[in-house]
């Protein structure tokens, strides 16, 4: 069903993902070399261009009310990625490599689902109505305002943690390499 009859929905977020980056192969040995790098990733706090913005600082205090503003604070500031790898000749002939890497990657650009469904529940622009019980027993027929009587709804919320933090993973690998005969 079409969404609470006084809700503005209408959001245009904007926001920037910002990436730099930095490596190196060094070669320890002849036969290791080493490979080091260092990624930073953040985004620019989303807001709405038409100031549309509200949010809880703090969705498990009770008293608290919604305040104006970016829905979720910056959570990419502290998006540190190290990178390590290596790559080691066994035999020192160019035919046996053992070869591995590791490093920590960000997710910063998957915010958008969320800021979305986040205005669909939000004060004081949207209030989402639940049907929660039928007290009278009687079967409840929503007129085409979408009213439905007190007793049988209740305002419900949904909004995104203003304390968001980035997703990430730890990402590694080890391979072997044997050139076959023959080349």
């Known amino acids: 069903p079409p969404p609470y009859p006084a809700a503005d929905l209408g959001r245009d ?9 930095a490596q190196d192969d060094f070669r320890a040995t002849s036969r ?52 390590v790898g290596f790559a080691w000749d066994v035999l020192g002939n160019g035919k046996t490599a053992v070869r591995g890497g590791f490093g920590i990657y960000y997710d910063v650009g998957n915010i958008g689902s969320a800021l979305q469904q986040q205005v669909n529940g939000m004060p004081p622009y949207s209030v989402q109505q639940q049907v929660t019980s ?46 076959m005969p023959g080349g």
């Open 134 to 179: 039928n007290p009278t027993k009687e079967i409840i027929r929503v007129p085409l305002d979408y009213s439905i009587s007190s007793k049988a709804a209740v305002g419900g919320l949904q909004t995104t943690g203003y304390n968001i933090k980035n997703p990430y993973s730890y990402q590694y690998n080890l391979t072997v390499e044997q050139q």
């Open 32 to 83: 290791l070399t080493l490979n080091l790098g260092l990624r930073y990733e953040f985004q620019t706090v989303p807001y709405d261009l038409t100031g549309k913005g509200s949010r809880f600082l703090d969705i498990q205090d009770p008293t608290q009310t919604f305040t104006f503003g970016p829905p979720i604070k910056n959570p990419g500031y502290k998006n540190i990625s190290p990178r």
């Open 13 to 21: 977020f904007i926001y920037n993902t910002l990436g730099f980056y």
